[in-house]
């Protein structure tokens, strides 16, 4: 945690309440009421929250938003990759769901490696008599087609919640008889107000039927380790491993970018769980403990200065050996991440970034883009919570803005007063934004480039955010007549 | 000791590799192939989307048209990104954001606060409501919900809110273009029916394309022809806007003026028999003048249909320019169909679409092999077998209604094919078969600036026979040996 106060020129908290106020007055009473809790300026000093969160979205204004299932399937099942994965309900939700996290995966697709779309496409009938025989019968069909599948996941959408149907009594029948977990999860859309329900709603899923229902054939080490909340987004899974590896530690399992099965199923047995995206996994990691008597500890992997304080606090937990090999690894590579900050700052110094992204990174990369020489001038989440929050005040400037389910009318308000000079968001908003002129990165998905975590990662990060701000495609935008 | 679910606790194993190989090489066998298609239940890998996103994109082709989802926020933030990432574009569109307990009170007032914010803070001029799964299940009355939020004054009375059913339970994207569509029409045209006004205009309604350079050309080619015309569901401009530094939350789309004066139009032209089926139903009983329904014009012989109908409908002679237009694109298909005669295709795709690619490939003298709609009618696999029936290249033709892009997998690995037409979803399927993917359809995730290029009309015959031929020739140049390796080819 950072403790100097960090300001930027032009920037108080006035400032920031009057751009604020601003954009309030466009809403009517009742949506400027419900929305104006949600938007202040940073106290940096305070180390807590200043807007709150984790509320309904207002109706009628563009959230980006996405719901329980999403959270479900996109983010902490899906990724899963020897599993397969059933969006029962209609046929669009897994349709849209489909490969757009960019969670990467190993092996054999269709044989041992399921990045595929399994859907029980719900009909009318299926509305009107229940789905619970069609899933037996789909438990069946995956089982033979994909013999290899280490277990089945039924992650519910909207229609089988509401008709009241009971996967868990049907998953139950189908793990006997076909001899293998299926796990039903409630993740239907209407519950919650976000995606972030349903990393809950999966994580307790995790809890109770996979967790503990493995173990590692070779005995427990000193140096075994989980990687929690890593999803392998553009293949950060395959930087950080690797690394936490180089340190010393095994790594066990990952939750769940290319994860596999029967990995998180004996997770039960390491020393240590290190979590990566606390927001999505920090109740997994609270079971465990609680359970099992596993510390956990919350790491940043983004940017050479937050991997090298993380990599040191990680260490202290551990005796010499590891604290000798951490630093090696921190000498290793701190000059290779020199050179690139040596490369990149002269073009990024001063530049000024806006942020807006799900449950992590809006307060997770400030300080990788503070390596680059840049400045966070605004940040928020879809579907942070108030921990969140807290999190973010001591990591952001003092007095910048922070949105919380900020509406696409607020970001272009605030990127029209504020000017900045790259917005890192998601897919709806990158191209708004982009005929604004304002340069773009997808912080979501990597903008279809990664990874970016670890030391692997930070090379690219700074070059795709140079490519994003200094292209020169940007000086063709005003015509010269 | 056992979990939840009564299962023992075992050790972690790794599959030996002789089983990953072993199941590698049954899943392309015959045997797979079967176990394959005897699936009753599991759908894996569709290439259909689910009503609502249709309904969208039928939304965004008006003027000033804001598209409301009364139901899940989720679903609108699912149907926005698919368009983001198919077009490259902004997709603005709004949900009531429905909740637990709008499954227990009902949507009303989500919908009333919802249009009250939405029409205060985006301004606009017609705010087009579709639902997705939840308020279909609750049964919300939409009519009624609409009728209170003028009463109370939430929306003015005289801003155009259409709405349509849109339950992803049935049917497929392409019935929610239609349904959105015909709302709106109904919507915009009511009361507007003047006996004995003719506009003169001809009405195209294009369906369900979300290939901007498709709607283009269909401009260009009624410019040429000296027809004046309203494009119903014009998203041409909404989804191909320029960049100049400014952010337009509604470029273009069809005047909402020009929707309703469709109403006394002189022809109205739907194509594709199926995206449009209800809303041509509608209007045929409906609209001033004259109707016809064709299928889309890919090919050259469904292009000549198109002008030949478009001659008939409206008494003009067929452009000069468009019939040397035509030559140049047979002029193509003469010198280039060395490269594509024979060659076998597997196709999938929404009805439409696959009538006019197979259509466009027997001309050409490939054999669509396997011609496949993961959500099709008895109708549509009889016209599909008549129109692969209707050609020699067609002998060796299957379809396959109501099959996913798994059962393709199975298809294209037991019986090959040279390449398959489809969506980005069929790269997986390709780069098994180790054969090239033709991305002619939607969505394109993968691939830049295609939704701009037309595959309608003779341009779009040449711009598919050209992507196809270099395509092979790039194949044969990519894998033959050094002495194969020639300046021409």
């Known amino acids: 945690m950072s403790t100097e106060i960090k300001t930027v020129e032009g920037i108080t908290k006035e400032s920031t309440q009057a751009m604020i106020n601003e954009v309030l007055e466009l809403y009517p009473e009742k949506g400027k009421k419900k929305r104006a809790a949600h938007l202040a300026p940073n106290d940096q000093a305070s180390g807590s929250a200043c807007v709150k969160s984790n509320k309904k979205t207002v109706p009628g204004v563009m959230s980006a938003r996405g719901c329980a299932y999403a959270g479900a399937k996109g983010v902490v099942w899906g990724p899963i990759r020897d599993m397969v994965h059933v969006s029962h309900g209609p046929v669009g939700c897994g349709w849209y769901s489909w490969g757009t996290r960019r969670n990467l995966m190993s092996g054999i697709t269709g044989v041992n490696s399921f990045p595929m779309q399994f859907t029980s496409d719900f009909q009318e009938k299926d509305v009107v008599y229940g789905g619970d025989k069609k899933l037996a019968t789909l438990l069946q069909e995956a089982k033979d087609l994909f013999p290899l599948a280490k277990g089945i996941s039924v992650l519910s959408e909207c229609p089988v919640g509401l008709i009241g149907d009971d996967i868990n009594q049907v998953a139950k029948v189908a793990s006997k008889e076909l001899d293998i977990p299926v796990i039903p999860c409630n993740c239907e859309g209407f519950r919650g107000v976000s995606q972030s329900l349903g990393h809950h709603i999966s994580n307790d899923t995790i809890r109770d039927y996979i967790i503990e229902t493995r173990e590692f054939p070779e005995p427990v080490g000193p140096y075994d380790i989980a990687l929690i909340g890593e999803y392998n987004i553009g293949g950060d899974a395959w930087s950080t491993k690797p690394l936490l590896e180089e340190c010393g530690f095994n790594v066990k399992a990952v939750w769940t970018g290319d994860g596999e099965m029967d990995r998180i199923a004996a997770t039960h047995q390491v020393k240590l769980n290190v979590i990566h995206c606390y927001r999505s996994m920090n109740y997994m990691c609270k079971v465990m403990e609680e359970k099992y008597g596993i510390p956990w500890i919350e790491l940043n992997f983004f940017g050479p200065t937050k991997i090298r304080e993380s990599l040191r606090k990680l260490a202290e937990l551990f005796d010499d050996s590891i604290k000798e090999k951490v630093e090696a690894v921190i000498a290793k590579y701190d000059p290779q991440m020199q050179a690139i900050i040596e490369e990149y700052k002269p073009r990024l110094d001063g530049k000024k970034v806006m942020l807006y992204v799900g449950g992590l990174r809006p307060r997770h990369t400030i300080n990788a883009y503070e390596d680059l020489g840049m400045t966070c001038v605004g940040s928020g989440y879809e579907f942070a919570h108030t921990d969140d929050y807290d999190r973010t005040a001591s990591e952001m400037p003092d007095a910048t803005v922070v949105y919380d389910d900020a509406s696409e009318i607020e970001m272009e308000h605030f990127a029209h007063i504020l000017k900045p000079d790259l917005i890192g968001s998601g897919i709806k908003e990158k191209y708004l934004f982009q005929k604004m002129a304002i340069p773009f990165r997808q912080m979501h998905s990597w903008d279809y480039s990664g990874p970016y975590h670890g030391y692997k990662g930070f090379p690219i990060f700074a070059r795709d955010i140079d490519m994003a701000v200094n292209s020169p495609t940007w000086k063709l935008v005003e015509a010269p007549f | ?489």
């Open chain 2, 1 to 489: 000791m056992a979990n939840n679910l009564g299962l023992k606790v075992k050790p972690v194993t790794e599959i030996p590799e002789a089983e990953v190989n072993r199941v590698a090489a049954w899943i392309n066998t015959e045997e797979y192939k079967e176990k394959n298609f005897a699936r009753q239940a599991l759908v894996i890998n569709p290439a259909h989307a689910c009503q609502p996103l249709g309904a969208e994109l039928a939304a965004h082709g008006f003027e000033g048209s804001l598209p409301f989802v009364h139901g899940s926020q989720g679903c609108a933030s699912y149907y926005r990104s698919t368009l983001n990432r198919h077009f490259r574009e902004p997709a603005p569109a709004v949900s009531d954001a429905m909740t637990e307990d709008g499954a227990v009170f009902g949507g009303q007032n989500n919908l009333h606060e919802g249009l009250e914010n939405s029409y205060k803070l985006y301004k606009p001029k017609m705010i087009s409501v579709f639902t997705s799964c939840m308020p279909e299940i609750i049964g919300d009355d939409l009519t009624a919900f609409i009728k209170n939020a003028r009463i109370k004054g939430f929306v003015p009375n005289d801003l155009p809110i259409p709405y349509a059913n849109t339950p992803s339970f049935n049917g497929s994207h392409i019935h929610g273009y239609d349904a959105m569509l015909l709302a709106i029409l109904q919507t915009l045209t009511q009361g507007k029916k003047v006996e004995g006004r003719c506009t003169g205009k001809l009405n195209l309604l294009p369906g369900f394309d979300a290939n901007t350079g498709n709607i283009r050309e269909y401009k260009r080619i009624l410019e040429a022809f000296g027809i004046p015309y309203t494009v119903l569901a014009d998203i041409s401009d909404v989804f191909d806007s320029p960049n100049d530094g400014t952010y337009r939350p509604y470029p273009g789309g069809t005047k909402l003026e020009d929707a309703a004066d469709s109403v006394n139009g002189k022809v109205t032209l739907a194509l594709g028999t199926y995206s449009t089926a209800k809303t041509y139903g509608w209007l045929k009983d409906n609209y001033s003048g004259k109707h016809a329904s064709i299928p889309m014009p890919f090919g050259i012989a469904k292009t000549d249909a198109f002008l030949l109908k478009l001659s008939e409908l409206t008494g003009k002679p067929i452009p000069a320019s468009l019939k040397e237009e035509r030559g140049h694109a047979v002029d193509l298909l003469t010198d280039a169909h060395q490269y594509i005669h024979g060659k076998k295709f597997a196709v999938y795709g929404d009805p439409d679409y696959l009538l006019g690619l197979v259509s466009f490939l027997l001309e050409v003298g490939a054999k669509p092999t396997h011609v496949l709609c993961s959500k099709g009618t008895k109708k549509l696999e009889k016209e599909l077998q008549a129109l692969l029936d209707s050609s020699p290249f067609g002998k060796e033709g299957k379809v396959y209604v109501n099959k996913d892009l798994w059962h393709l997998r199975s298809l294209v690995m037991t019986e090959p094919v040279d390449a398959i037409i489809g969506d980005t979803h069929g790269k997986f399927a390709a780069r098994d078969a180790k054969v090239p993917l033709f991305r002619f359809g939607f969505p394109i995730f993968d691939r830049v600036n295609l939704h701009r290029e037309p595959l309608i009309g003779y341009q779009g015959v040449m711009n598919m026979m050209s992507t196809i031929c270099n395509k092979f020739i790039d194949v044969v140049d990519e894998t033959c040996d050094d002495r194969q390796f020639e300046m021409m080819r």
